[in-house]
């Protein structure tokens, strides 16, 4: 007994002074999109710092306003900006957003390598989601029933696709909705009538991205602002960190020659690039 | 009833058991033979000298001289398909300037993939990333992005009633006539010694932590943040679930209330996991705030939660098996009913109680939805046992997930999600056979 009692007190006395002798942390949360660059970012502040654990977790951008607003998280992923409701809520729990764009990213429309439609406009992707389009035959494609692949209604990625395809408009009943861009590429490479939408660092070989109004999603239309469908991508923190503590230095690596590189090489488009 | 429906009835009921176990085995091979094959694949696979190279430049392992040696004749191998690219290079200059853009764009992609499967040529600046430090570490890799250095894939879209057709073009035709066209013949054939594959035994996937988002390095923080969290909600979940155990058979007085809050229990028992990942989130992150993130804490303290209806009912079962007349014989020797409780009643009804906390405890290793929100992230380091307070985990079970969907590049790093499912596998089971032996001892010491 008296051992046990010994133990309660040492458990007690380390729960007292273990935040003391943690080392520094950054935790990270929020969209999928910005997910890449966060965990490329984490990896490479950390090789630089030991001491720091840098955590990243990607569970969409509305998840990590929410965690913002909640303090549970030093750095939101979003792939939209904040909504007023987030940012009045945020306020009210003592919580300053300020935003970070750290890098600009197109929306390529995904289908299948198999599918023979090459491009289309606008117009006719939101016909497609309004479910006025239903078969690829309409579009000068094969006899196949159209598959809509949305992102889940808590992404960032969804909004703007939202607001800049969609205008506001709903989309048509029998979409599937799906948790992530991975999710998205997974699906549309494995269905041959599938349409989908994901972060420009997402696009590779398994699935093809259409020429929207004749323009080819890449780094350069984007940055070009060509390419119609684009967005920047944030990272929020409640105020602007304090100069030199470890989360200043990693919020600010997206500026220098080496975060720059990274965000290049994942598929991204860096903000110098316009 | 007649002796011989009796007998007939007797023969079916055992074939149908012999049947269903059957079946329950050949589901277990179905799903357990993969996992252990390809998870294994993680561990003992055919390493490139690119695999040694990162070895010994990241991690500071290896022969340094052996390896120098390997690399050289390695380079030595490659060095023809350097020269004719940059051969092809001088040749396409003299070419009219459209001409020379197209070709240098096929020179660009021919490029790309050369790099992919080789690691950057030299010469060139070191990238940022360690995916393209390197050329491909894994022999099966290598081989898969050698055939997009071979071949152009096409689409032949000229049925216009049906889906595209994969065709595969030859590169060589590309360049055929030009100096690159032994290039493809050359590397085909040179491969091997061009990354001299090694059947290699990587037993440090276990404990290195991952590198570049899992592409490189081991498992080790989901490992010990799975251990962590598994742990953790044992503390948590056991002296609450049987001192629960405890009160409802000994002290409650049976009765209506305590009938409604049995169901309660075994109503618990069956809410689903992500409800308790929600309530866990809103609970101890958002309204008690009993750490600043998501930590280990929190997230134990939520599966602790989740198992404790399991590990109630179950020591409620073992403390009932316990005979009337144990606990007669020691209040009739003048034992106050605590004492009685503690030092007749729990020893005898331990082996039951071991079996509740076994089953939990499997349940809890591999739970995902509670964590989501309480505890897991994709990247973190491991954490250290005072950090566990603060800080969140990845975390075995939802590292899986995460690199089955959520991940950048799945296919490059399919090896990686095996062996963590395999770890976890494994790791179920040692914690299982742990529990398993220590209630062996402790029955064999009650009764002896």
Not at chain 2, 43 to 48: G, I, Q, S, V
Not at chain 2, 211 to 238: K, N, Q, R, S, V
């Amino acid at each position: 007994m008296k051992s046990f009692g010994k133990l309660i007190a040492f458990l007690c006395v380390l729960a007292f002074v273990s935040p003391a002798l943690a080392s520094d942390k950054i935790v990270i949360d929020g969209s999928t999109t910005v997910g890449p660059i966060a965990k490329a970012f984490a990896e490479y502040y950390m090789s630089q710092n030991p001491d720091v654990n840098v955590t990243v977790s990607e569970s969409g951008s509305g998840n990590g306003a929410k965690s913002l607003i909640n303090s549970a998280c030093d750095i939101a992923d979003m792939s939209r900006f904040m909504k007023d409701k987030e940012f009045a809520a945020a306020v009210e729990n003592g919580v300053l957003p300020v935003a970070h764009v750290v890098a600009m990213d197109g929306l390529p429309i995904l289908v299948h390598p198999s599918n023979p439609v090459d491009e289309l406009t606008v117009e006719q992707v939101r016909n497609i989601y309004l479910g006025k389009i239903k078969n690829w035959k309409e579009l000068g494609g094969p006899d196949m029933k159209i598959i809509m692949i949305s992102r889940d209604t808590n992404s960032g990625t969804y909004e703007t696709f939202e607001t800049k395809v969609m205008e506001k408009e709903k989309i048509a009943e029998g979409a599937e909705y799906v948790g992530s861009n991975g999710a998205v590429r997974q699906r549309v490479q494995s269905t041959p009538a599938a349409i989908g939408y994901a972060g420009l660092g997402f696009v590779d070989d398994t699935v093809k991205a259409l020429r929207i109004d004749g323009i080819e999603p890449t780094p350069l239309t984007v940055a070009s602002g060509k390419y119609p469908i684009s967005r920047p991508l944030f990272m929020f923190t409640n105020n602007y960190p304090k100069l030199g503590s470890h989360l200043h230095a990693f919020i600010s690596l997206y500026l220098s020659p080496k975060g720059q590189e990274i965000i290049e090489t994942i598929g991204f488009v860096p903000v110098t690039q316009y | 009833m007649r002796l011989s429906t009796r007998k007939l009835l007797d023969r079916s009921f055992t074939g149908l058991g012999f049947i269903s176990i059957v079946i329950m085995t050949a589901a277990l091979l179905f799903l357990l033979t993969p996992i252990f094959i390809r998870g294994s694949r993680a561990f003992l696979f055919r390493a490139t000298v690119e695999h040694r190279l990162l070895m010994l430049e990241k991690f500071k392992r290896g022969n340094p001289e052996k390896i120098q040696i390997e690399v050289e004749q390695t380079q030595k191998m490659r060095r023809p398909v350097y020269d004719m690219m940059s051969q092809y290079e001088k040749e396409i200059s003299q070419l009219s300037r459209l001409e020379k853009m197209e070709k240098k764009n096929q020179l660009r992609e021919l490029k790309k993939y050369i790099e992919n499967l080789l690691g950057p040529a030299p010469g060139e600046t070191r990238p940022v990333l360690w995916r393209d430090q390197y050329g491909q570490t894994r022999w099966e890799r290598a081989l898969a992005h050698l055939q997009k250095v071979l071949y152009r894939e096409k689409w032949d879209y000229s049925d216009p009633t049906k889906m595209g057709q994969k065709i595969l073009i030859p590169r060589t035709e590309d360049f055929k006539g030009t100096s690159l066209e032994n290039l493809f013949p050359y590397i085909e054939n040179n491969l091997k010694k061009m990354l001299s594959p090694r059947l290699t035994f990587y037993w440090r996937f276990l404990t290195d932590k991952s590198y570049d988002a899992h592409f490189f390095g081991g498992i080790w923080p989901e490992m010990l943040g799975t251990l962590y969290l598994t742990l953790g909600a044992m503390i948590f979940a056991i002296p609450m679930g049987v001192i629960a155990a405890i009160y409802l058979t000994e002290y409650a007085k049976q009765g209506t209330v305590i009938s409604v809050l049995r169901t309660c229990i075994s109503t618990l028992a069956g809410v689903p996991s992500i409800v308790f990942g929600l309530f866990g989130l809103a609970f101890f992150i958002n309204t008690i705030k009993i750490s600043e993130s998501k930590s280990v804490l929190a997230g134990s303290m939520t599966l602790a939660l989740l198992i404790l209806p399991t590990v109630i009912r179950a020591s409620e079962e073992a403390i009932r098996a316990v005979p009337v007349t144990y606990k007669e014989a020691a209040l009739s020797l003048g034992a106050s009913k605590w004492h009685t409780v503690l030092t007749v009643i729990l020893p005898a009804a331990l082996p039951g109680i071991l079996t509740g906390i076994v089953i939990s405890m499997g349940r809890a290793a591999g739970e995902t939805a509670p964590i989501i929100f309480t505890a897991a992230v994709s990247v973190g380091k491991p954490l250290k046992l005072l950090e566990t307070f603060t800080q969140p985990t990845p975390a075995l079970p939802w590292n899986i997930y995460n690199l089955a969907t959520e991940h950048e590049a799945v296919d490059e790093i399919r090896h990686v999600q095996f062996g963590m499912v395999l770890t976890l596998v494994l790791m179920v089971l040692v914690l299982n056979m742990a529990a398993i032996i220590l209630r062996a001892r402790i029955s064999k010491k009650l009764k002896g």
